[in-house]
């Protein structure tokens, strides 16, 4: 937080503190009423659950405006006293899932904080971006909490084969009588998050490997070049299925394949785009007062590569999400019984020829999320490239 | 001439070599495979005297270097083996259902090709216009769906509720070239919605990019109508981009098919590949992955050499 506090309609001091108990007050009691009505019935209390976020999130908008310091700080009070009350009032399914519960819930903390510290930013974002942003949230936030919000577990079968929509199914049922609803949250919670695991360390590998080509020039440069050119000379997906066929469709080596052929692209993007950065003043200078390599990568080449870096992140997601539902959807990817949206759509196909389109939830829960990142990189490199409307 | 004849035989002398390390790579893959390939076909009672015999017979006793030379030979003069599960000869599976695939992308390729390059010009012409910001909003939104979404909506709209289209697209030799197209119609679509968004932004940045540039402001000074400026003197420049992405997604259609093939049970390479892949019958992956990486090769060596020779600079140097 080394914002400055300016435009402080309170003559410089903080919101009083009666204020913030007061909104704390209303919230918890709200939401209290709330959880009560969860006993009676899970699904009539959604609408209060969004009302009293919606009513925090205003009364935190209106303060951030005023006060950043005082939002953020309420922020991780309210947040931290809601999941030890969700923790409490949910034991069973929160001492299943001890460590990836508390695990989601920080993270959900985490985006609400820099929610409020980027606030002034996201003000001025224009509206398909406002519904990237909020898509996304919701995902990370549905991932993040999968074992507080899915009614069942996610192997558990719960009724017979192809069930309708009904209040206890909520989506019905899937091909060996699952719950649908829990397996798109926990088809959610798996893909999002190996898609992203395998992005980080495609982009960690590619992008270290770029830039340090560009650094050093010479051999180094040449020899990863020329490796990378005969990786993208074959088609990744046939390349990653040959591959995976013959080590084995784990979680690992199925991160760690498609990582390996994401990580040619990322590298050709960091080579190029430091090439321009390598060469300018400053660097030259900075390696010639003998700065060390990892120093000029690390405080020259890198703030100056970030903002093209951080598009691509988003481009090469959307595109090892869509990778990875492809091979689950040809039953190579993520394994059952796990639930993945790519297998999830292979499985019920069936319904489609009897004009159900339930299978075509997952299909479309990945569509929605692609769109939404892109819409947030559009934004994102109109900003960072400095254009004005 | 003698420049771009050097370039050009400069790319086809890198490509080959490209070929030949690919196909390298496909063995040595093949190769890491874990457990035996003859014990595997034998079964577990297999003596180890049987096993050496079969080992014999298949070549499999040979050093990797020399399997190697031998499959590559074969493989030139189109021998690719047997399928382990239908023991039947490679090469005639692998024709029809090329030839299928091949079938399918030159459908798709019909519909998308004429479709995304006029969609592009006339975002171009008719820039920041309500139709732009349309067209662009929708093909943001296609490159993001996955294949198999735009085709499932497809059968259940085209299919199930209109019933215009088969949503099976069973094709076989006997059928008549109009019958082929009709049942290829699905599958073809869906490939068509996939692959028109990025050769039409393509187009349209290619063409824009170039209406700044002097020629173009002059073309406009002299009050030419914006169509004929767009068409006549941007369009020819911006040829090299366009027939470039035009090429590589040609290369996707070929290579890109296996999803909408096992959607639409559609009998094409993509289909085999992805069974052969479940049975793992390995002649059929390692010659399917081989086929569609050639075509990926070629393709894009052909994206490289045609825009090379539709520069002007180059076809006419000084």
């Known amino acids: 937080m080394t914002m400055p506090l300016t435009g402080n309609t309170f003559g410089g001091q903080a919101s009083p503190w009666f204020s913030r108990i007061a909104v704390a007050a209303v919230h918890f009691f709200l939401l209290v009423l709330f959880l009560q009505n969860v006993a009676a019935d899970f699904w009539s209390a959604i609408p209060g659950f969004i009302f009293i976020h919606a009513y925090s999130i205003v009364v935190l908008a209106y303060w951030s405006s005023l006060d950043r310091t005082a939002a953020g700080d309420t922020v991780i009070v309210t947040l931290t006293l809601e999941f030890v009350l969700i923790a409490l009032l949910f034991w069973d399914r929160f001492s299943a899932w001890p460590w990836s519960t508390l695990f989601g819930l920080a993270l959900v903390q985490f985006c609400a904080f820099a929610a409020v510290r980027y606030w002034k930013d996201l003000r001025q974002a224009p509206r398909s971006a406002w519904f990237g942003l909020i898509v996304i949230l919701v995902y990370v936030m549905v991932a993040a909490t999968a074992p507080i919000i899915a009614p069942f577990s996610e192997t558990e079968i719960v009724g017979s084969e192809y069930d309708v929509w009904s209040n206890k199914n909520l989506l019905g049922t899937d091909n060996l009588g699952r719950d649908m609803f829990t397996r798109l949250i926990y088809g959610g919670r798996n893909t999002v998050g190996i898609a992203f695991i395998t992005t980080l360390l495609a982009f960690v590998v590619g992008g270290l490997a770029g830039i340090l080509a560009a650094a050093m020039r010479g051999w180094v440069d040449q020899v990863l070049g020329r490796l990378v050119d005969i990786l993208m000379a074959i088609p990744s997906f046939i390349l990653a299925r040959l591959i995976l066929t013959i080590v084995g469709t784990s979680v690992p080596s199925l991160i760690l394949v498609i990582a390996l052929l994401d990580a040619t692209r990322v590298f050709r993007l960091a080579r190029a785009v430091s090439m321009n950065v390598v060469v300018l003043e400053f660097v030259e200078a900075a390696s010639l007062r003998g700065e060390g390599l990892w120093w000029l990568i690390k405080s020259e080449i890198l703030p100056n590569i970030l903002p093209p870096l951080v598009a691509e992140f988003g481009l090469r997601f959307c595109f090892v999400f869509l990778f990875l539902s492809g091979l689950s959807f040809l039953g190579l990817g993520i394994q059952p019984p796990t639930a993945d949206w790519g297998s999830m759509v292979r499985d019920n196909a069936t319904l489609i020829t009897y004009g159900d389109i339930t299978p075509l939830l997952p299909a479309g829960a990945i569509a929605l999320l692609t769109i939404g990142v892109n819409f947030v990189v559009d934004w994102f490199l109109h900003k960072a490239s400095g254009l004005k409307d | ?318």
């Not at chain 2, 595997?40 to 990797?64: C, H, K, M, W």
């Not at chain 2, 119609?185 to 349209?204: D, I």
């Not at chain 2, 914006?226 to 090299?240: D, E, F, Q, V, Y």
Request: hydrophobic fraction near 55%.
């Open chain 2, 1 to 318: 001439m003698s420049q771009i004849a050097k370039l050009v035989a400069q790319r086809l002398a890198l490509g080959l070599l490209t070929l030949f390390i690919v196909s390298l790579i496909i063995f040595l893959c093949v190769e890491m495979l874990p457990g035996n390939f003859s014990e595997a076909i034998l079964g577990q009672s297999a003596t180890p005297e049987t096993v050496a015999a079969f080992n014999r017979e298949l070549g499999l006793d040979l050093p990797p270097h020399e399997r190697y030379v031998t499959w590559l030979f074969n493989m030139l003069q189109g021998d690719f083996g047997r399928s382990l599960a239908s023991k039947r000869e490679l090469s005639e599976l692998l024709g029809y259902r090329l030839e299928n695939t091949l079938f399918l992308a030159a459908v798709a390729a019909v519909i998308a090709v004429p479709l995304a390059v006029s969609l592009g010009v006339l975002a171009a012409l008719y820039r920041e216009s309500f139709y732009d910001r349309a067209v662009n909003v929708v093909t943001l939104s296609s490159i993001s769906f996955p294949e198999f979404f735009v085709a499932y909506i497809l059968i259940l709209v085209l299919a199930q509720n209109m019933g215009v289209f088969p949503a099976i697209s069973n094709i076989s030799d006997e059928l008549g070239f109009w019958e082929k197209v009709y049942r290829t119609a699905l599958p073809a679509l869906t490939l068509t919605l996939v692959c028109v968004a990025h050769m039409m932004r393509m187009t349209r940045a290619a063409i824009i990019n170039l209406l700044a540039s002097p020629y173009i402001e002059m073309a406009r000074l002299k009050g030419l109508r914006p169509t004929r400026i767009i068409l006549k003197h941007a369009l020819p420049n911006a040829l090299a981009p366009i027939i470039n992405v035009v090429v590589l997604n040609l290369a996707y259609l070929v290579v890109g098919v296996v999803l909408v093939e096992v959607v639409f049970v559609y009998p094409g390479l993509g289909q085999l590949f992805v069974d052969s892949v479940r049975s793992r019958d390995i002649p059929v992956v390692q010659a399917c992955s081989l086929i569609f990486a050639m075509t990926y090769v070629l393709l894009n060596l052909l994206a490289d050499v045609l825009s090379i020779m539709s520069n002007p600079r180059l076809l006419h140097p000084r």
